[in-house]
Every structure is written in C-alpha cells, then in structure tokens.
C-alpha cells in the first residue's frame, strides 16, 4: 500500500497558489492514470486505485494547510497505513521554483502542513516530497507569498516541476522509494 499526500488549501480562491502544489501533482497525477480524486471523507478528498495489484490512495486535505495532519492522522487510521508508506507533497521556500527534493524524512522547516502532519503522526518519519516556489523577489509577508499565484517567469519551471513529480509519484509505485529518491534528486 502506498499512500500519496498533496497539501493546499481548498476553494478556487487558492487553486493556483504557491501553496497548492500538492494538490496541482495530486489533480495530475490523477488526470494522468485516469482517476478521479472525488471521494469526500476524513475532512479529505481521496480516491483508491491499485496499480500492479499495489493499492495506492491519493489524498487531498480539505483542512486548510495549517490543520492537514487532522485529515491524514484519520484517513491513516481508517486504512491502517504505516508512516512508511506515506508521502506528502509540499511547496517549498527554501528551493528555487521548480526544482524537486525528495527526503526520507525531516522537520517541518517552518511549514505549518508539515508541521500540523508532524504532530498529528507524532514522528518526523514520512516520506516528502518538496517543490520549490522560491521566495519573494520584492519585500513582501511569507503568507502573501505563498498565497499569491506564480509570477510569469515561474510558470514554466513549476509546470515542470509538476511533471517530473508526478513522474516520481509513478516511478514509487513500482520502484523502492531510495531509487526514486536518487534518480529525481540527480536533476
């Protein structure tokens, strides 16, 4: 069983944020294999699909970002999922826009979905998924930032980032997440 997290917010008035990137890879990945992310449960959108007689669950909390452990905390309970098979996808400051990080496992970096999933699962050890968006290029609040849309010259490189995401989404189920971890990483 591989469980597959994006984080965002929910409503159109954040779709194209910075901080729904999560929940872009989840829209692609889905859009992709032909699923549909539309089961409304576990204050989450989900959907479960199997893939090589693998199942694999797609969720999206509906929680708003700074409460998004509420949601995994019990969709992992209901589906008795291992924090091992848990990946969590989530923008990044601290990576310039459009490149991905895959971990093992950290700290939150002072992400409040990363955090609110840190306290919820009451361990740093979930598999991650960081996309950059880079920080602001003029003086601006982090929370305006990151919920504001991508800037023209951002567009490209993120839309990349999404593809070669869900390429790392696709390649994890059916690889050790190690491999995918230093084939993705390499770029």
């Known amino acids: 069983m591989k469980c597959i997290v994006g984080l965002g917010n929910p409503g159109k008035k954040y779709e194209k944020t910075r901080h729904n990137v999560g929940f872009m890879i989840i829209d692609e990945l889905a859009k992709q294999n032909h699923w549909t992310v539309s089961q409304e449960k576990f204050k ?3 959907t479960i699909e199997h893939v090589n007689g693998e199942k694999i669950l ?5 929680t708003y970002m700074n409460l998004s452990g509420d ?3 019990m969709f992992m309970d209901y589906y008795d999922i291992d924090e091992e098979d848990v990946l969590v996808i989530y923008d990044d400051l601290d990576l310039p826009p459009g ?3 895959l971990r093992q496992k950290g700290g939150h970096g002072g992400h409040n979905g990363i955090r609110s999933i840190i306290d919820q699962l009451g361990t740093k050890d979930f ?3 960081r996309v950059g968006v880079g920080r602001a290029s003029v003086p601006m609040s982090v929370v305006d930032y990151v919920l504001g849309t991508f800037d023209k010259d951002q567009q490209g490189p993120v839309s990349e980032a999404v593809t070669q995401s869900v390429k790392a989404c696709e390649s994890w189920m059916e690889r050790p997440f190690n491999e995918v971890m230093n084939e ?3 770029n």
């Open 127 to 129: 598999k991650r998924l």
């Open 99 to 101: 490149k991905i990080r």
């Open 184 to 186: 993705f990483n390499a």
């Open 71 to 73: 949601s995994l905390r």
């Open 58 to 62: 797609l969720l999206k909390p509906q």
């Open 44 to 46: 989450g959108l989900f």
